[in-house]
């Protein structure tokens, strides 16, 4: 858990963050959401410290960060940020084992766990232990990136926008990992990004904050359905938001149990979106729903979506 | 030669693959034709004769080192490969080194057994064919793509070739090798006061520099004022420099003894030291501030936060980072004080430069080249060794 208690920061009297609160429960994708130089960077790297705030107070796992040495903070958070920044001098194995061996873990237990960690982020260690970054393209420089952040088992993750720098298609192969490495360890994920997909897709909980100071603080339905300010509905999308809201919602929501209709059923867990796809596509206004073993459920319309 | 070299271009049959050999050899014909390869003069002091390399050698060598350079011609005519140029590489070896042996040759025909007042000096028809055969050699090995090793065995290879030679005698009957033959007991001290002299500026150079570089990489500011100093100090004449340390050293002998007991003086080698230590300083510097400040700044963000400490983040990232640069610095110096430790001679200093200053008061040219050609060389091995250093350090 990190508690964020009125938080400041200035630069040159320019207050850059302000008298922020927030409380990231154990657990959490909590994306930090904004525009460039709204303070979701600064407030990243307040957590470790690499900026120090001026007022207020932050806790990770109810410690008081600055009642810890700031090195033995960092080795206890993993990090890992846009630019990525592995060392060029080292081979992938000595990039993910720089917080190993910075807390001094026996040799076969650091090999061991490089081993682990290639495997989890889809990198045949075979391959890969040996190759310097340079020889490795910017998916997989990310994936090692990320690797080493999780490298010393972290109780907590920040990550500031991460998949930036990557295609689009690379990247969308990295937001299918990281969600599969959340929900397999259950760490607690910070995470910066400016896109609003970005963080639709990743978020449990999403701080969208504003020159700053926090907009709003929910879950990434409370943001399309409740914006609490025009700030906040204009970011996520305005009138596109409709659109970005079908996408969080599912048939099994909206459908008619019971009735029947024409044609090649709907999954229940399909998103509406995807649901209002599939009937353009086919020319329908109607479509059966089936759970994924195939049971029948019954029937969703396209008045049902825009209910 | 020339003749065979057009006709090969007009019959337009061959295809000329290397522009450089053709240009090197032509440029060697034409020194052998116009200049001579040795010089023959009465006595040590009296400028000497010319004599062309088919007149002063015997006829075989002559023709060995026309046969080799035609054979290196016709190879710039072949399609490259890197056996093709492993076997110019071999060729352009064996003449460095045939161009050696027909200059010790060539003396000893000339001023004969007998002992005799004649001497004979080696004419710019040598220098030029020794030099092109080196560069031919340099240009094969880049053509065949030679890595470090290759080429550290390739010039160790002739170094020892022709060692090897002069320890038979082979250039006894040179002029060059009668002026060391007079001063070999002071030769042997003189290279190593030079080797000692150069290590004794650049050790404590890098010791002040590399500091200070971190130090203006840290401090912004102190940046502007010591690259001012630096460079001011870079632009005095070196001789300039050793006099202008004359006097101040002087003075802290006279007044403090003790320094005066460690060989402390406003002449020999205190002041030649601090000179080429203050002319080392600015490259170590600058090269410091630009191989640590050239860090990728993300490397070191990530570095900060996985939690390593300053130290950490110097030693394991910084300086690894910086080490070819650094190295690059080191070498420009090394080279840079190679040469003006022979300068530092004319304060008592010692080194190879005594030959030289001698060898100018004598109007002795044979002198001068024995404490000349040693610096050169000892600058060629000393860039050789830190480029090899610095490869090696670049290479992860």
């Not at chain 2, 840290?218 to 100093?229: C, G, I, K, S, T």
């Amino acid at each position: 858990m990190i508690e964020i208690e009125r938080v400041s920061k200035a630069y040159d009297g320019n207050r850059v963050v302000d008298d922020l609160s927030l409380t990231v429960p154990e657990g959490a994708f909590c994306v930090l959401l904004g525009p460039s130089g709204c303070g979701k960077s600064t407030t990243l790297r307040m957590i470790n410290r690499l900026v120090a705030f001026d007022a207020g107070m932050i806790r990770v796992g109810g410690e008081d960060v600055r009642q810890v040495p700031p090195e033995a903070l960092r080795r206890r958070i993993g990090y890992a940020i846009q630019s990525i920044g592995l060392f060029p001098h080292w081979r992938v194995e000595d990039n993910i084992a720089t917080v190993p061996r910075l807390l001094n873990w026996p040799r076969a237990r650091v090999r061991d766990r490089v081993t682990e960690l290639l495997e989890l982020l889809r990198l045949d260690p075979a391959t890969y232990r040996a190759k310097y970054p340079h020889q490795l393209s910017g998916g997989e420089q990310q994936r090692v990136g990320v690797a080493r952040a999780l490298a010393a088992d972290p109780e907590l993750l920040l990550m500031d926008e991460p998949f930036g720098a990557v295609d689009p298609v690379t990247r969308a192969a990295l937001q299918g990992e990281i969600i599969r490495i959340q929900q397999a360890t259950k760490k607690t994920i910070v995470f910066v990004t400016h896109d609003i997909e970005e963080a639709l897709l990743l978020a449990t909980d999403i701080a969208i904050l504003e020159r700053g100071r926090l907009a709003q603080w929910g879950t990434p339905l409370d943001l399309l359905e409740h914006p609490a300010s025009g700030f906040v509905a204009e970011f996520v999308g305005g009138e596109a938001s409709g659109l970005k809201l079908l996408s969080l919602r599912t048939v099994a929501e909206r459908l008619h149990p019971e009735e029947k209709a024409e044609g090649e059923p709907l999954f229940s867990d399909t998103s509406l979106r995807d649901a209002l796809v599939a009937m353009a596509a086919r020319h329908t206004d109607r479509l059966p729903v089936v759970d994924r073993t195939g049971r029948p459920l019954g029937a969703i319309t396209l008045a049902d979506l825009v209910r | 030669m020339l003749a065979d070299m057009t006709a090969i271009r007009s019959n337009g049959v061959s295809k000329l693959h290397n522009h450089v050999l053709p240009a090197l050899i032509g440029t060697g014909v034409a020194a052998v034709l116009s200049t001579g390869f040795v010089t023959v003069a009465p006595n040590r002091l009296l400028s000497g004769r010319p004599i062309g390399l088919f007149a002063a050698a015997d006829r075989t060598l002559g023709v060995a080192i026309a046969i080799i350079a035609a054979l290196l011609l016709l190879s710039a005519l072949a399609p490259p490969s890197r056996a093709l140029q492993r076997a110019a590489a071999f060729l352009a070896g064996g003449l460095f080194l045939l161009v050696l042996a027909t200059s010790g040759e060539a003396a000893a025909a000339l001023v004969g057994g007998a002992p005799s007042l004649a001497r004979v000096s080696l004419g710019a028809g040598f220098w030029i064919l020794l030099g092109m055969a080196a560069l031919a050699l340099t240009d094969a090995l880049q053509r065949a793509g030679a890595g470090a090793g290759e080429r550290f065995a390739v010039i160790a290879a002739l170094g020892l070739a022709t060692a090897a030679m002069a320890h038979a005698g082979l250039f006894d009957a040179l002029s060059l090798a009668r002026e060391y033959k007079t001063r070999h007991d002071v030769f042997t001290a003189a290279l190593l006061r030079h080797i000692i002299l150069i290590a004794a500026a650049v050790g404590p150079a890098v010791a002040i520099g590399f500091p200070l570089g971190v130090a203006a990489v840290r401090h912004p500011r102190v940046q502007e004022p010591l690259f001012a100093v630096l460079n001011l100090l870079q632009t005095i004449p070196s001789i300039a420099l050793f006099g202008l340390l004359i006097v101040p050293l002087a003075a802290l002998a006279n007044a403090v003894p003790a320094a005066a007991a460690l060989g402390i003086g406003g002449i020999g080698p205190a002041p030649a030291i601090i000179a080429l230590i203050l002319y080392a300083l600015l490259p170590i510097v600058r090269n410091s501030v630009a191989g640590i400040a050239g860090v990728d700044p993300a490397v070191i963000d990530a570095a900060r936060g996985m939690g390593m400490t300053r130290r950490q983040l110097f030693w394991r990232v910084e300086l690894p980072l910086a080490l070819p640069l650094l190295i690059a610095g080191l070498r420009i110096v090394t080279v840079q004080a190679v040469g003006l430790a022979v300068v530092a001679a004319l304060i008592g200093a010692g080194g190879l430069g005594s030959f030289v200053f001698e060898g100018l008061g004598q109007y002795a040219a044979d002198l001068v080249l024995l404490g000349a050609l040693p610096a050169i060389l000892l600058a060629l091995a000393a860039d050789f060794l830190l480029q090899m250093l610095s490869a090696l350090a670049s290479r992860q």
